[in-house]
């Protein structure tokens, strides 16, 4: 029996939130047993932060509709997601944290904190954001 | 999120949350607090033992708790923090400024 697998949900805001991301990953994750703690508390924790960014941000007023697809791997646990919403203008590289006081500003810093890879794509009218964790044993 | 608000003695009041504190419930938090501020209790405890999760906004609603609490005189302190919750103080660098209490009661206990 393999717990291998590819996991896809649509988000459309304003119906759907980010909670609809946190039931996904409990899916995955149940199916998933042997994914360690570690592995998972950091990779929901990217892929929330990911996710809210997209929600938040990319939105140019009519709500956006995003697809999302999870993948694991003996390997590695990997997030896609695409949206058709604005394009971004965060900056990836050399983000560190924030004041310790400041009320935002963390989220990128963050996921690089708990992922191996993050990349960012616009390609025509979409964005196509992906993280990659490698799994601790 | 479910939240709930309890006045302690000496202006104290702890603020609990159950669930997941992210970009749905954090403006929630940041409403409660700065009513409880305004409603004078300035020293906050934000029961954090059945949060099973926390993000970027969440911790960005405490800070903003906790500059709206000090201006008043006051604190915000956190206790019982998950394994989640631990993990984000750590990587985000900010267990010195939301020092993390380990239950209700020790969070102003020497004060």
């Not at chain 2, 003695?9 to 607090?33: C, D, F, H, K, P």
């Amino acid at each position: 029996m393999t717990e291998n697998g590819v996991y896809t949900i649509t988000i459309a805001t304003p119906t759907d939130d980010i909670e609809k991301v946190h039931e996904m990953l409990e899916t995955v994750w149940a199916k998933s047993p042997s994914v360690s703690s570690t592995d998972r508390l950091s990779f929901e924790t990217a892929l929330i932060e990911l996710s809210s960014n997209v929600i938040r941000h990319a939105d140019d007023g009519s709500g956006i509709r995003c697809v999302l697809t999870v993948g694991v791997s003996d390997a590695r646990i990997e997030a896609r997601l695409t949206d058709t919403g604005l394009a971004s203008t965060v900056e990836l590289v050399g983000r560190t944290m924030p004041e310790e006081l400041a009320e935002s500003g963390r989220g990128i810093a963050l996921i690089k904190a708990l992922v191996d890879e993050l990349e960012y794509v616009r390609s025509g009218s979409s964005n196509h954001w992906r993280i990659s964790r490698s799994r601790t044993a | 999120m479910d939240f709930t608000v309890q006045e302690l003695e000496q202006g104290i009041a702890v603020v609990r949350g159950a669930g997941r504190l992210n970009m749905v419930s954090a403006g929630q938090l940041r409403e409660l607090v700065a009513a409880a501020v305004a409603g004078g209790n300035s020293r906050i405890v934000v029961d954090l033992s059945a949060v099973d999760f926390i993000d970027s906004s969440g911790l960005g609603a405490l800070v903003n708790g906790l500059k709206i609490a000090r201006q008043a005189g006051g604190d915000l302190r956190i206790s019982a923090p998950t394994d989640q919750v631990k993990l984000v103080l750590q990587l985000t660098n900010m267990e010195r400024v939301l020092f993390p209490y380990p239950t209700v009661d020790s969070a102003y206990a020497n004060d």
